[in-house]
């Protein structure tokens, strides 16, 4: 072909759709079981940058990692089939399983504690039941009720109770949480299990939950109960990447994309935890915040994290298309691994990807 002036037109295009082909990402969806590439460089990573970061986490009370890119596993280690304890992990579940019901109108989200005919043990005062489902939603009910499954540093950080009104305050509460779970069970009909096996686990194909991997804490303490569940790194990583896919697997949608980004956008400062910010039961990033979404690691604003006690983690950075899963048996008395030292492994899987 001869180049003229009058064929610059046709030739700029060709070679802007050229480009555009050769950069678009090829995303991926796994099957029945996961993908995984031959190589990690076939993804953008090292393979000698993250056989030093196993290497790290063998030092550390690591139990399982998966790394997923582009909807292909870039490289695992440990347990990834054994189920551990999600512990609060629960929680970023139960906000994505909110959406559909949600959307649906079965549940409004600007209901108050009163109108739902919520209580508790001890009582709430009318001001308690002022709060909406939104605020606990944001952990924002002002709600200082005794809870179950807390720990004691979340005891020894709970304001007095009637000492904040709803929606003025945040405090990482598992009132909130616990009574959310009651809430989508009474607006449902479903059990919480139940719900999440059908609504979530079978459509994205995980590999080993089922409803039975659940179980309620109750107490004294509270009516509310907490539930928590056994489940696998690998299967955590599909529910990474659903909401990495703002809800959509393959040609469905699971959870609604705008509910999706309501969820895991910023709406509190989590100083109070040393973290940066909070969303619906999701951990955000938050760029200029006092401290970071993880010690010493810059990830992108926008990206998020479902965290679990003593080392649960599945991180989300949407800008790098990434998901990093990290697992401790937790089941072992003392067994931990630090935000600081799980931050540190983050480093080291970035590192390793050549692309930033």
């Not at 050229?18 to 090829?26: F, H, K, R, T």
């Not at 109070?272 to 910010?277: V, W």
Request: hydrophobic share 35%; glycine share 8%; net charge negative.
């Amino acid at each position: 072909m001869t180049i003229t002036k009058r064929n610059y037109p046709a030739i700029f295009s060709v070679l802007i759709l050229l480009l555009a082909v050769s950069c678009q990402q090829v995303t991926e969806y796994p099957g029945e079981t996961w993908t995984i590439a031959d190589r990690p460089e076939d993804l953008g990573f090292s393979s000698e940058g993250l056989a030093e970061a196993r290497e790290f986490s063998e030092t550390l009370n690591t139990a399982a990692v998966v790394i997923v890119r582009n909807g292909v596993i870039v490289d695992e280690w440990g347990k990834v089939e054994e189920k551990y304890n999600t512990h609060s992990i629960r929680k970023s579940f139960l906000s994505a399983m909110y959406g559909r019901y949600v959307k649906e109108g079965i549940i409004d989200i600007d209901k108050t504690m009163e109108e739902l005919g919520v209580d508790d043990v001890e009582g709430l005062t009318d001001e308690e039941k002022q709060a909406t489902i939104r605020d606990c939603l944001k952990s924002r009910s002002g709600i200082y009720h005794p809870a179950l499954y807390e720990t004691q540093g979340m005891r020894d950080l709970r304001p007095e109770r009637h000492t904040m009104s709803a929606g003025t305050h945040w405090y990482y509460n598992n009132w909130d949480f616990n009574v959310l779970g009651t809430i989508f069970m009474e607006k449902t009909g479903k059990d919480l299990f139940r719900a999440l096996e059908e609504d979530i686990a079978i459509p994205v194909q995980m590999e080993h939950f089922t409803a039975e991997d659940g179980w309620y804490v109750s107490g004294d303490e509270s009516v509310h109960e907490a539930y928590p569940f056994r489940i696998t790194a690998r299967d955590l990583a599909r529910f990474g990447l659903l909401m990495l896919r703002e809800g959509k697997w393959k040609d469905e949608v699971i959870v609604p994309a705008d509910w999706v980004r309501e969820s895991v956008r910023y709406h509190s400062d989590a100083t109070l935890y040393s973290r940066d910010g909070y969303s619906y039961m999701w951990w955000v990033a938050r760029d200029y915040n006092k401290y970071p979404h993880l010690p010493g690691v810059d990830i992108p604003e926008g990206s998020y994290s479902a965290r679990g006690a003593r080392g649960h983690y599945i991180l989300v950075i949407p800008d790098y298309d990434l998901i990093i899963v990290h697992r401790v048996n937790t089941d072992i008395s003392g067994n931990s691994v630090s935000s600081s030292e799980f931050g540190e492994l983050t480093n080291m899987i970035l590192d390793s990807l050549s692309e930033i």
